[in-house]
């Protein structure tokens, strides 16, 4: 396979909707035997209501999908709820076979999918790293050379000989994963199992799978955060319904997936059939970076310019352009319009114009972002033209601590995230005074 560590070709998985997998357990077996008779009901109703059994209840959570990953490559994987991503990590990780398709793994693959995935719960912690590098194929005395390593990257010093079924959950995760990164296999899988872990941990988890993909091995994560997907990977795999809908750099897939519920894009021109009427009609409406690059994606503590163009067609009105920002919870977070008074109070002679309204950086909240655009008269008020889901965007948060999220990486609320000035006064508590009788 030379440079390609994982290749999947054409892999499509089918289940039917209330029955198992293959591989069963004494347990499995046993609760099979006691619905039985009920399945045999279930089945003979189906039968005489003209139904024929399992006609109706085959779901394909994956369905012919087809990629390779290369060495040192750390590749993303987002998509919705249901999409097929953890089914995915599951036949990559040979946790379950495909119904049809290969999937070809050139290198030790270490996998994080679950909570104490391949733990032993009356084992110690101890145990289960020497337990797992064994599953991996290394030879104790390079387990050893890499034990001390996995114990304070976990943070378990204190409960290392404790059975693991007393660890919490988070204790569970951090063990999992120092062990996953650390006994060096060529390809790492990692669900999104790590929002388990605290904000601190997870900022070393990311830290940790960008050295292992800089180091040469292969990275697959997936994640519903945005932020580590943008920061993270060079390249992101965007699934739907179980099929490939997107497979190009991380920020533009993860703009495509941001948007794909307003349709919008960065930029937009309209032709001979622009919005507007006999005085103003809409050209175009595009977002800017800084150094005035038209992008759908924007680091938060970068300002955002949105540029739209608009031709006068009649001479002596006053006309102001303005905006709605609204985020992908359909919030409206607030209302633009231009303020210049060169602009504000003179009527605009006929011609051509681009007006651009910035944003300054660390003032909107991650998420994406839809621009409504327009074009009014405001004594007598009258809307010329107006542009729902003009635009959009998608607002990136860094990790790096120094956005008003700053070390913590979970889940910020509210639709705009200032980075305000604090001042801090401090008054000493003073000590009670001698009493003397």
């Not at 031709?311 to 633009?336: D, K, R, T, W």
Request: glycine share 10%.
């Amino acid at each position: 396979m030379g440079d390609v560590a994982i290749s999947c070709e054409r892999i499509s998985k089918r289940y039917r909707i209330g029955e198992r997998e293959s591989y069963r357990a004494l347990r499995d077996s046993l609760a099979s035997a006691m619905r039985a008779p009920f399945r045999r009901f279930r089945s003979s109703s189906k039968r005489s209501n003209g139904h024929e059994a399992g006609a109706d209840n085959t779901f394909w959570a994956l369905n012919n999908v087809s990629f390779e990953v290369r060495r040192g490559e750390v590749v993303g994987i987002i998509g919705r709820n249901g999409a097929g991503k953890s089914t995915l990590l599951k036949i990559l990780s040979r946790i379950t076979k495909p119904t049809s398709g290969e999937a070809r793994i050139d290198g030790r693959v270490g996998s994080l999918l679950e909570v104490g995935t391949g733990f032993h719960p009356e084992l110690t912690g101890r145990e289960n790293i020497f337990l797992n590098g064994a599953i991996l194929g290394m030879k104790k005395v390079e387990i050893k050379r890499r034990f001390d390593d996995i114990v304070a990257f976990a943070e378990i010093e204190k409960f290392v000989d404790t059975p693991v079924k007393r660890y919490s959950s988070g204790m569970y995760v951090r063990l999992a994963f120092a062990v996953a990164a650390h006994l060096e296999p060529e390809i790492l899988l990692v669900d999104e199992v790590l929002a388990v872990g605290d904000a601190s941990f997870q900022k070393k988890c990311l830290n940790k799978m960008q050295a292992v993909g800089e180091e040469g091995r292969a990275v697959f994560f997936v994640s519903h955060n945005m932020s580590a997907i943008t920061r993270l990977c060079q390249r992101a795999i965007l699934l739907d319904e179980g099929r490939v809908l997107a497979d190009d750099l991380a920020h533009k897939v993860v703009g495509t997936y941001l948007r794909a519920g307003t349709g919008t894009m960065a930029a937009r021109e309209w032709g001979e059939n622009s919005p507007g009427n006999d005085i103003a009609r809409l050209k175009a409406v595009r977002v800017r970076t800084q150094d005035g690059q038209i992008t759908d994606v924007i680091d938060i503590r970068q300002s955002v310019g949105i540029e739209i163009e608009f031709e006068v067609l009649q001479s002596g009105y006053v006309l102001v352009p303005n905006y709605y920002f609204i985020n992908e919870e359909g919030v409206c977070a607030f209302v633009a319009s231009d303020q210049d008074p060169e602009w504000r109070r003179r009527a605009r002679p006929v011609g051509s114009y681009v007006s651009t309204a910035w944003i300054p950086g660390n003032f909107l909240a991650e998420g994406s972002i839809a621009v409504g655009a327009g074009v009014s008269t405001m004594d007598p008020t009258t809307v010329h033209f107006y542009e729902s889901d003009a635009v959009a965007f998608q607002v990136v948060d860094s990790l790096e601590g120094n956005s008003a999220r700053g070390d913590y990486a979970g889940h910020v609320p509210g639709v705009v995230r200032p980075l305000l000035e604090w001042t801090t006064r401090y008054n000493p508590k003073r000590e009670p005074a001698e009493r003397h009788t």
